[in-house]
């Protein structure tokens, strides 16, 4: 499919990367780290509030405000520490065709090292952009982290028929990690 | 205090502020490289201020003057912020600008600048430190400064292009060049040639009502007629020097990005600063001229696709038509022919040594890639798979990026039936290229594919 670019995955520096049905990702340059001074807790209920209230600037304060953002070059680390949070960007660019969807995991060896892509996300149909890693230290050391480095892999499945996504426009791209939003409308109901 | 004690004190705050600048990673690497060059310059200073004598008032105002410009070159950092600049541009930049604005000591030995990018500029700038005899500089620092909000905007960075001509100028090495060869070509004629070739060139019955009126005006009010400087002559001839400086290194994207950020903000194109003791930049049209006629010189006027190969020659059509549009009359032509010829070729033989600017046309196939990929919103790259599975990577140089960028957004009503990209997205896509771009070439120059 990629020779075909049905499917893009761009750019495959290497044929390690590619397994039958997964590709294995690489770490981008972006990262933002969740800043420990930045808000005392987080909560969805201030989300409900300010979305509530209009008070739309508030919540992207808070939003904003919770994350360091670094652009780390290429050959530089980062440290992971222990019991951390970062939301990094693949290298790759990904253009998904619409009976196709994308399951990511961590890979075996950086996950002996205590390296764990926090949530396995699932990568729709017909998404276009890079693909956020949330990676967290499990582990009791820092985990020395460079851009380029194979730190995940992303697993494809054919979905059966065509595919929509309803609520996001078919060519929005994603350029980098973006935090998301925990309390959505439907959440309501049930935060004080 | 006296001013002996004023000066101890101020060399502890400078020592300070430097301490406070480590608090951060101000922006990706290089770090260091300040810092040890502040902290040099700070111990030679401290060296000479253990045997001033408290009455010698002279030295004391020297040392003073040398803390006072390292404190300039700290608090440039010091305002920097993280993430707010093209970290990938920036690296194109910070070679160009460490092989172009090396220098020679005194010893002959080369010494390249510390180069610093920021974020805080109004305008896209660069300081270099200007060239002294103090005994404390090692290295240069040279300040990049981009416009904050046109962090993304790739497509507009090639002007820094024309940034790079005039540091260039100030150094020893790529100066000699500069001044020997370019600039003696682009005054060898012509209105250039002399202050009195310039008044009369700009008096002359063919100028443009504009020109004239202010003339008028200026000789009603005054009773005398307006008549630029040398100095004026000497700055025109810099910025020209400059802008072939700027095509030479980024080739037609140059241009686009000349036309499309300049134009808007000189809405009288023959303009010419008259209420100031110096003109320090020609008319805009005399600026564009020039382009346009060195664009046709070098080759660089007409598509990289052959006529008929569909639409991304169409595209590439478009985009020539928007370059070489020239509206402004004869009059704005200050340069002929040869004069831009010999310029051109001086400056290219000063970049072509260099391997991260100088524009070479790219292939048509090269082109047919990168703006299909653009077209298909994916960062424009070269890479691929063979039949094998092995990725075939190539080398694209960041000139060929950009040309392909501003080929997407000038002529994408003829590619594609997929949503048009914004020109943000067109920028950011390529910002992003140029990201993966040091990645392919790492791989390809370490041969581990």
């Not at chain 1, 935090?179 to 959440?187: E, F, L, N």
């Amino acid at each position: 499919m990629i020779q075909k670019r049905e499917l893009i995955a761009s750019p495959i520096l290497s044929s390690e990367q590619i397994g039958a049905a997964s590709i294995d990702l690489r770490m981008g340059n972006v990262v933002l780290m969740v800043r420990a001074r930045g808000s005392s807790h987080v909560d969805p209920a201030a989300y409900k509030k300010h979305a509530l209230s209009g008070a739309g600037l508030d919540l992207e304060v808070d939003r904003r405000q919770k994350h360091e953002r670094y652009e780390i070059p290429f050959r530089e680390r980062f440290l992971l520490h222990p019991g951390t949070l970062a939301l990094v960007p693949t290298l790759e660019w990904f253009k998904l065709p619409a009976d196709v969807q994308g399951a990511v995991t961590a890979r075996s060896t950086w996950a002996r090292e205590g390296l764990s892509i926090a949530t396995a996300s699932f990568v729709e149909p017909r998404y276009q952009g890079i693909i956020t890693l949330e990676l967290a230290n499990l582990g009791q050391v820092p985990l020395s982290l460079y851009p380029g480095l194979r730190l995940a892999q992303i697993a494809f499945s054919r979905v059966d028929g065509d595919t929509l996504r309803p609520r996001r426009g078919q060519f929005q791209l994603a350029f980098e990690p973006q935090q998301g939003d925990i309390a959505k409308k439907d959440d309501y109901p049930f935060i004080t | 205090m006296t001013p002996l004690e004023f000066l101890q004190e101020e060399f502890e705050n400078v020592r300070r502020a430097l301490d406070e600048t480590l608090r951060h990673d101000y922006g990706p690497g290089r770090v260091r490289d300040y810092y040890n060059e502040c902290a040099s310059r700070l111990t030679s200073i401290e060296k000479a201020l253990a045997g001033v004598p408290a009455g010698d008032a002279q030295q004391i105002s020297d040392l003073l003057g040398e803390l006072s410009r390292i404190s300039f070159w700290i608090a440039s950092r010091e305002r920097s912020r993280l993430g707010e600049f093209s970290w990938p541009f920036e690296d194109v930049l910070r070679h160009a600008a460490e092989a172009l604005l090396a220098d020679k000591n005194l010893g002959g030995s080369t010494i390249a600048p510390v180069v610093h990018v920021v974020s805080d500029g109004i305008e896209y700038q660069i300081s270099y430190e200007p060239s002294t005899s103090s005994s404390v500089n090692t290295h240069r620092f040279v300040t990049i400064s981009f416009p904050r909000p046109l962090k993304h905007h790739v497509l507009f960075h090639s002007l820094f292009g024309h940034e790079l001509g005039h540091a260039a100028l100030d150094t020893s090495t790529s100066g000699a060049v500069l001044y020997g060869s370019v600039l003696t070509a682009l005054r060898a004629t012509g209105p250039l040639s002399s202050a009195a070739a310039l008044n009369a060139w700009l008096h002359d019955k063919a100028a443009p009502a504009d020109i004239q009126g202010a003339l008028t005006a200026y000789s009603t009010a005054r009773k005398i007629p307006f008549q630029l400087t040398d100095r004026s002559r000497a700055a025109w001839l810099e910025e020209l020097m400059c802008d072939l400086f700027g095509l030479a290194a980024f080739g037609p994207a140059f241009v686009a990005a000349h036309r499309a950020f300049l134009m808007p903000i000189h809405p009288r194109p023959y303009h010419v600063r008259i209420d100031e003791p110096a003109s320090t930049h020609p008319p805009f049209a005399c600026r564009h001229k020039m382009l346009v006629r060195a664009l046709k010189l070098l080759g660089w006027g007409t598509p990289c696709t052959a006529t008929g190969s569909g639409a991304i020659h169409r595209a590439e059509m478009d985009l020539m038509n928007y370059l070489k549009d020239d509206p402004y009359v004869p009059w704005a032509q200050l340069l002929t022919d040869p004069q831009i010829t010999a310029a051109m070729s001086a400056i290219q033989g000063l970049i072509a040594a260099q391997t991260y600017m100088g524009y070479q046309p790219p292939t048509p196939d090269a082109v047919t890639a990168l703006v299909t990929l653009l077209a298909e919103g994916v960062p424009p790259v070269q890479a691929t798979l063979e039949n094998s599975g092995k990725p075939l990577l190539q080398s694209t140089p960041v000139a060929q990026t950009l040309y392909a960028g501003w080929v997407y957004w000038l002529g994408k009503a003829h590619l594609g039936t997929s949503p048009k990209l914004t020109f943000f997205e067109t920028n950011r896509l390529c910002d992003h290229a140029l990201m993966q771009q040091s990645a392919i070439d790492l791989v390809i120059n370490e041969g581990v594919i």
